[in-house]
Each structure stands twice: as structure tokens, then as C-alpha cells.
């Protein structure tokens, strides 16, 4: 069992890194987007961000979406959320829990993760070029009731419920393994009014084998496996 100390020091991690990253956007011009759709594309992207590292996320891939490069958070700045165009930054505190979070701004990379939909599929590229495929799951958006204070709660627009920060962090960074994406939602001028998270779960290779590869196609392979 953890002492108390670990649990508090675990805790105030999570503080420092969820609390802020629920708080982190910024004003700066979008890009403009140039993903394909086609399986050349993808084999080309993977090419592009290939290091020769097995156990580095490298890039992230939506079809007829984006395209884009992904990089680490900086040892000890949980809060980091890079500003370069075209980068999304890996979570640290997410993968200390056993799942995949990504996160850019919405003026930035971000601004294409409202373009994503449930049922598409997401790819992950490795630095040795293995890719990991996950299905978009669900699409969660958050107002913050108090969107310049980190201890804010948020309320689900859809479902009109209010959740803590923490119970925020658990509900979508935690649980069974997944990938999540996040980025602010920006109303009526305010960059921080609030948040969208995209949780995506993992496709296996043998739904990818299938002959019809369409995200329709396999999201109705997985239903039926979940009744089966």
C-alpha cells in the first residue's frame, strides 16, 4: 500500500498537472490543415515522423483531418502544452495512469480536434513506425463555471451535470486503457469558457484486416462483438 506521503505527493501531481491543463489556452492565428485520407498519405506521414524509437509517440493521425507531430512534455512541467503549429504535446500525467492523452491549444493544433467525429478512427505512429489504431468513442464538452480559477467546476453541456476538476480528470483520463484528446472550447471571446475532450478506444488488428476498413464498418464489427 502507498504511504500517505506517496498519495499526497501523487496528488498534488495531479493538481499541478490536470488542474492547469484544464486551464491552458491561448490566443495565437490557426493553421490551415493538410491531412489526407488516403493509405499513401498515412504511409508517407509515417515516414516523416519516424525517429528509430520504439517507445516514443511521435505522431497522430486522423483521416481527412490532420496530420500532426507529437512531442513530450518537458520532465517535471506537466503543465506544457506546446504553441508550435501543427504539434500536439503527450500527457504525462495521463500515461502514469495507463492511458494516452494529447493536448493542444485550440488556436493551435487543437483548432481541428472539433472536426473529429464519433466513429472515426484515430492512428497513433510510433518512432519505428508501428502504428496503434483507436475508435472515437465519444465527444465530451465542459463549461467552466469559473474559467480563470483551477479549482473551477465544470459543467457537462449535454448532459447539464457538474463535475469537480478531479472528477473531470478521473472520468476522462482514467478507466480501461483509451486515448484521449483535449483541447478549450472558446465562447464569446473567452479562449477558456471551456473544454472538449475526444475519448477514443482501441481498434485490434484483426477488425483493421477486415476488407471493409470504413470506420462504419468497423464500429458495427465491435457492437456486435459487445453482444456477443
Not at 468513442?137 to 465542459?142: H, K, L, P, V
Not at 483541447?183 to 477486415?210: Q, Y
Request: with cysteine; glycine share 6%; proline share 4%.
Amino acid at each position: 500500500m502507498a504511504s500517505r506521503f506517496q498519495s499526497t505527493q501523487f496528488k498534488n501531481r495531479i493538481s499541478a498537472g490536470s488542474l492547469v491543463i484544464l486551464l491552458a489556452c491561448v490566443l495565437a492565428l490557426p493553421m490551415t490543415a493538410y491531412a489526407k485520407g488516403t493509405p499513401s498519405a498515412l504511409e508517407a506521414f509515417v515516414e516523416s515522423v519516424k525517429d528509430g524509437n520504439a517507445a516514443s509517440l511521435r505522431g497522430v493521425y486522423v483521416p481527412n483531418v490532420m496530420a500532426f507531430t507529437v512531442e513530450q512534455q518537458p520532465a517535471g512541467y506537466p503543465g506544457y502544452v506546446s504553441e508550435a503549429d501543427s504539434v500536439v504535446t503527450q500527457f504525462s500525467i495521463a500515461a502514469e495512469v495507463g492511458n494516452i492523452g494529447l493536448l493542444a491549444h485550440n488556436t493551435h493544433a487543437g483548432a481541428f480536434f472539433s472536426n473529429i467525429q464519433q466513429g472515426n478512427l484515430i492512428v497513433l505512429v510510433y518512432g519505428d513506425g508501428h502504428t496503434e489504431t483507436f475508435m472515437v468513442q465519444s465527444i465530451q464538452r465542459y463549461q467552466a463555471l469559473d474559467p480563470y480559477n483551477p479549482y473551477s467546476q465544470f459543467k457537462d453541456v449535454d448532459a447539464q451535470t457538474t463535475l469537480t476538476a478531479e472528477d473531470l480528470f478521473n472520468k476522462v483520463y482514467r478507466g480501461d486503457y483509451h486515448l484521449t484528446l483535449q483541447t478549450c472550447i472558446e465562447n464569446n471571446g473567452n479562449a477558456s469558457w471551456g473544454r472538449l475532450f475526444i475519448v477514443a478506444v482501441p481498434v485490434d488488428n484483426a477488425l483493421l484486416a477486415t476488407p471493409d476498413k470504413s470506420p462504419e464498418a468497423i464500429a458495427a464489427l465491435i457492437a456486435r462483438r459487445h453482444l456477443q
